[in-house]
């Protein structure tokens, strides 16, 4: 089983907006919904976006994701220090009797 | 509210054999796949597998297959993850989530971290 393609670091200023990117395949992004989580250290990951674009309640509107063929972007506008986390975008793959497939993860800075 | 409850942490010896399990509530248990995901110390998210509760059919990542057993006990909302022949790189934390089939997962559990050493 591969992984999705996501940069392994990201920055911004507190107020910015910064995206990440996600990359798969035909037989995973490109048919099957992008979900965002984020991880604090020690911690679980905790959904963030859903379905593409759908925000589970109490997850701010600061947080925003999209698809498009086989590449996803979560976006987080009005950047804030407890933004500070790893970022992690999945999927459902249909090949070898189907499994959820992540990226590699993104470490966030506010800087 | 969905809750994915863990066991507690381990230690095992290289060779020994490990159970996790996940106790489910809040929600119809048989609607959900059970995935287990691990997390070794500093790095990514690793799908190792799901167990369908409606009917106990199971698929297992390549890297684990042979090594590892999912199965679940529908009376008490519970599924398990056995790991067999541990070695010192399975330490690490494993999760317990659920998804529906053909979605990703929506609620986790809180973790149970496994640590191998002699």
């Known amino acids: 089983q591969s992984v999705l393609t996501q940069p392994p670091s990201a920055s911004g200023i507190p107020g910015q907006r910064v995206t990440i990117s996600c990359s798969g395949s035909?037989?995973?992004?490109?048919?099957?919904?992008a979900y965002w989580y984020r991880q604090l250290p020690g911690t679980a990951p905790k959904l963030l976006i859903y379905?593409?674009?759908q925000r589970p309640s109490g997850v701010p509107e600061r947080f925003s994701g999209s698809k498009s063929g086989t590449s996803a972007s979560l976006a987080i506008s009005g950047l804030r220090s407890e933004d500070e986390a790893n970022y992690y975008c999945?999927?459902?793959?249909?090949?070898?009797?189907?499994?959820?497939?992540f990226g590699g993860g993104t470490k966030l800075t506010v800087l | 509210q969905v809750q994915l409850v863990q066991s507690g942490a381990e230690v095992k010896e290289p060779g020994a054999s490990v159970k996790v399990s996940c106790k489910a509530s809040?929600?119809?248990?048989?609607?959900?796949?059970i995935h287990w995901v691990r997390q070794a110390p500093g790095q990514g998210l690793q799908w190792m597998g799901w167990?369908?509760?409606?009917?106990?059919?199971?698929n297992y990542a390549q890297k684990f297959q042979g090594r590892v057993t999912m199965t679940r006990d529908t009376s008490i909302t519970t599924a398990y993850m056995e790991l067999n022949r541990l070695k010192s790189d399975d330490t690490a934390m494993y999760f317990c989530?659920?998804?529906?089939?053909?979605?990703?997962?929506?609620?986790w559990g809180q973790g149970t971290l496994v640590t191998v050493s002699s």
């Open positions: 035909s037989s995973n992004l490109g048919i099957n919904y």
């Open positions: 167990v369908n509760p409606n009917g106990g059919g199971t």
């Open positions: 379905r593409n674009d």
């Open positions: 999945a999927t459902w793959d249909d090949s070898l009797s189907g499994y959820v497939i």
């Open positions: 989530a659920r998804s529906r089939s053909g979605s990703s997962v929506d609620s």
């Open positions: 809040g929600y119809t248990y048989t609607g959900y796949y």
